[in-house]
DNA sequence: CTGCATCCGCCTCGATACTG
DNA sequence: CAGTATCGAGGCGGATGCAG
């Protein structure tokens, strides 16, 4: 509409300390882009959707990340409030914690990452994989029409993590650790369960090459497999069959 | 051999002919942000939530792109299934769009776009705003739990676009063009109506002001703003008062 | 050892010029 | 109008340094 003279700064602002690239628009998006937008940001709010977490532990989950960039995001994301130092459980040291807005972020960065699971390709040795991404990964996959009746609880056991499912008056959540009295147990190795998250391996074809183990209630887990949308049909016959 | 170059680069994985920097995890949001966590990415995807929209037209409302960054985006939009080209309605020449799998991305373009309302300062001259972003910002304001009993519409006037809010069955969709018969004209430049949606101006203070004139029911102004969850608490005791 | 800060090479980005 | 080509600047990734 009008000619390039409307009076703008080319996308770029910059100021003596810190030079910052944001849009410089004036929308909703574009601002919580130039706080979420620069690489690994997201990764590392991922990360401590599960709860606290240390430097060096988020150092380690983040190959790649560079330990410079990781500090700056920290203490970006820290003055801009979505972070906050607490204390370590265990000594005086500090870990990285959400706040309130940081949380927030969940239910999107939860859609976004149920959106991307359809760009997940098969698994190719060299990918980096961690097993309490699976626990976001079920939590992403929640149909929150297909919870079950009944209350129960599904443990899943990812490489050396435990947490599991908890079903109760009609809504499902996902929690760290054990389950009292699971009806379905888990075992799998945390690229199986990606594999199997993103639908290019169903949970039939993991058993019968080892790589997942199911005990409990046939039922239970065919429930279970319906609450997080995963394709039973070969599972309920096999079960039938065997 | 040299040490510089031994092994293969954590983090970056690099093709013959195209270069792309991915995050090498075997997770859906690592694989949602490979896609959509370059620059501009998913604002040329908030444009084209709103419609197809010219390459010029994107250039237009995107300032900062750059011309070659654009292309790039859209051509690899397009080869990941976001985006096709479809043929403009005024004549042969092509327009981009959304495919059904970019068109799954408005929840989460949504929800980041109302979490960032808190991160809009004051309206500064020199930063962009185009009126259509008023669209999102009601889109991303709705509250489901608010929607008027009664069926009615409310119109929009921001800048030169019109956009309106139909109420019906107890849901709420945002539709471009004029209503059929609004029960509500709010008339407003693009700046101030973003100012109201982060909350920093109340719509009562933008009327005494001018820059907000509002035409129709004084009932069905308090039920649209309880909708998209706008303070009307002096709005309410101002009419009463007039 | 943890939690950063500094330095350096490279790749992405942004602006301009240019072409069909 | 719809891009492609080019180039300088700076964000990013990796290695290293350093204080507590």
């Known amino acids: 509409m009008n000619p390039k003279t409307n009076g703008y700064?080319?996308?770029?602002t910059r100021t003596e300390s810190g030079a910052?690239?944001?849009?410089?628009?004036?929308?909703g998006l574009a601002s919580a882009l130039d706080v979420l937008g620069e690489r690994w940001t997201l990764l590392i709010i991922r990360e401590l959707l599960m709860g606290p977490r240390r430097y060096s532990s988020l150092l380690a989950d983040l190959p790649g990340v560079g330990t410079n960039l990781l500090a700056e995001r920290l203490k970006s994301m820290t003055e801009r409030g979505l972070v906050r130092q607490v204390q370590s459980d265990s000594g005086a040291r500090m870990s990285y914690a959400l706040t309130e807005v940081g949380q927030e972020l969940r239910p999107m960065v939860l859609g976004l990452a149920k959106w991307g699971m359809e760009f997940v390709g098969p698994y190719s040795p060299g990918e980096v994989v961690r097993p309490h991404w699976g626990f976001l990964a079920v939590e992403a996959m929640f149909q929150p029409d297909k919870v079950p009746d009944r209350d129960e609880q599904y443990q899943f056991e990812v490489d050396d993590q435990v947490f599991h499912v908890d079903v109760r008056d009609g809504r499902a959540h996902a929690m760290k650790g054990p389950a009292d009295a699971p009806a379905m147990i888990a075992t799998v190795d945390a690229a199986t369960f990606i594999e199997i998250g993103t639908g290019r391996k169903t949970p039939l074809a993991a058993m019968v090459t080892g790589k997942l183990k199911l005990d409990g209630d046939i039922e239970a887990v065919l429930r279970c497999c319906d609450l997080i949308g995963?394709?039973?049909?070969?599972?309920?016959?096999?079960?039938?069959?065997?």
Do not use: F
């Open 230 to 242: 995963l394709e039973t049909g070969a599972l309920r016959s096999h079960a039938t069959a065997g």
């Open 20 to 27: 910052r690239r944001t849009y410089n628009q004036y929308c």
């Open 9 to 12: 700064d080319s996308g770029v």
